[in-house]
C-alpha cells in the first residue's frame, strides 16, 4: 500500500507539472519583466516622463528659483562648511556667504542695466552703423547680395519693429513682475535652504529605514556636493581668468567699457556653447561699431573666439580632468531642452543638472564583478 500511494503521488506531480507546462506555453512566448510586459512598461515610462516635462514647463514659476536656489545654495553650503575651520558655525558661514552672493548679483545687474539701456537706447543708430560698413564687403559676393534682396521684406518687418518700439517696450515692462516675483522666490528659498540644510539632510538620510540603505544616500548626497563645488569652485577661477583677458583683448582693441566687457565674459562663460556665441557676436557688433576698418572690426571677436577655444580645449580638461567630463552632445541637448522649458536661467542650469545626474547615476549604478584570470 505504502508503494501504490508514492506512485499514485507521482503520477499526480507529472499531471500537475503537464498542466502548468500547458499553461506556460499557451501564454506565448512574450517575456516580462516583474509581471509587466516591456512595451507596457515602456510606454509607462515614456508617459510618466511626458507627463513630468509638462509639470516642470507649466510650474516654471515655482520650481525654476527653487531649483536655482538649491542649486546656488549646495555650493554655498560646502563653502560655508570650509569656513567652520575658521570657528564660524555653517548657519552663519551660509547667511554671510549668501548675503555676499545677492550683493554680488545686485551688483552686477546694476552695473550691466545703465550699458544695456543705453545700447537698447541707440539700437537704431548703431545698426545703421553696422550695416553701413558691412554692406560694402557684403556686395563683393553675389550670393549675399541675393540673399540681401530675398530678406528685404524682413528688413521692412524690422522697421516696423522698430516704429512700434512702444508697444514692444510695454510688453518687455509686463515681464518685469514675474521676474521680480521670480527673484523674490529665489532669495527667500536660498536663505531658508542654507538655515535649514543639515537638518534637511538628515530628514532624507532618517527617511530610509536600512542602515545599508541611509549610507547610499549620505554616499550620494556627498558625491553631489563635492562634484558641484569643486566644478564651481574651479570654473570660477578660470572664467574669471578669462574676463580678464577679455578685458585686455577689449582696451588692445579699442573698445569702450573694457570691464564690462571681461565681466560679460565671465558670466557668459558658464553656458556653454550659447554664451561664447553670444559674446563672440557682441564683440563683432562692438568692434565694428568702433573702427571703420572691417578687420580692425572683426579683431576682437577672433581673438576672444581663440582664447576661449584654447581655454575650453586645453586648460579646463588639464585642470578638471576626466571626472567632469560630459559628453557634448548630451550636454547640447540638455542645454536645448532646459533653454525650452526655463529659458535663460535653463541654460544656465542644464550643466549643473547634467553633473547631478551624472553623478547620482555614476553613485547608484551597480560595480562591475571581478574578472577572474582562466585557470
Known sequence: M????????????????????????????????????????????????????????????????????????????????????????????????????????????????????????????????????????????????????????????????????GPVLGTVAAGLTPALVQTLIFLAALILFLLGRLQLRCTIILAFARREHRLNAIRIMNATEDALAQYFSTASLIYLALGVMTMVIALVGGLTMAPLWGLFAFVSSFIPYLGVTFMTLSLLVGGLMTHDTLLLGIAPAVAFFLVHLLMENLVVPAILGHRFEVNPFLIFVAIIFWTWMWGAVGALLALPLSLIAMTIFDQVREAPPDRQLPE
Open 2 to 165: 505504502e508503494t501504490a500511494r508514492h506512485i499514485a503521488e507521482r503520477k499526480r506531480k507529472r499531471r500537475v507539472d503537464k498542466e502548468i507546462a500547458l499553461a506556460s506555453s499557451s501564454t506565448g512566448a512574450i517575456p516580462k519583466r516583474n509581471g509587466i510586459e516591456p512595451a507596457v512598461a515602456l510606454s509607462t515610462v515614456g508617459l510618466f516622463i511626458i507627463a513630468s516635462s509638462a509639470a516642470v514647463y507649466s510650474m516654471e514659476a515655482i520650481l525654476m528659483p527653487i531649483t536655482l536656489a538649491i542649486v546656488v545654495g549646495i555650493v554655498l553650503g560646502r563653502a560655508a562648511d570650509e569656513l567652520e575651520r575658521f570657528g564660524l558655525p555653517p548657519i552663519f558661514g551660509g547667511l554671510l556667504l549668501a548675503f555676499l552672493f545677492v550683493f554680488g548679483l545686485s551688483s552686477l545687474v546694476n552695473a550691466l542695466l545703465g550699458p544695456i539701456t543705453d545700447v537698447a537706447r541707440e539700437a537704431p543708430r548703431l545698426a545703421e552703423g553696422v550695416m553701413d560698413r558691412i554692406l560694402p564687403f557684403i556686395e563683393r559676393f553675389t550670393w549675399l547680395r541675393m540673399a540681401l534682396i530675398r530678406n528685404a521684406d524682413q528688413n521692412a518687418l524690422a522697421d516696423t519693429l522698430v516704429k512700434n518700439a
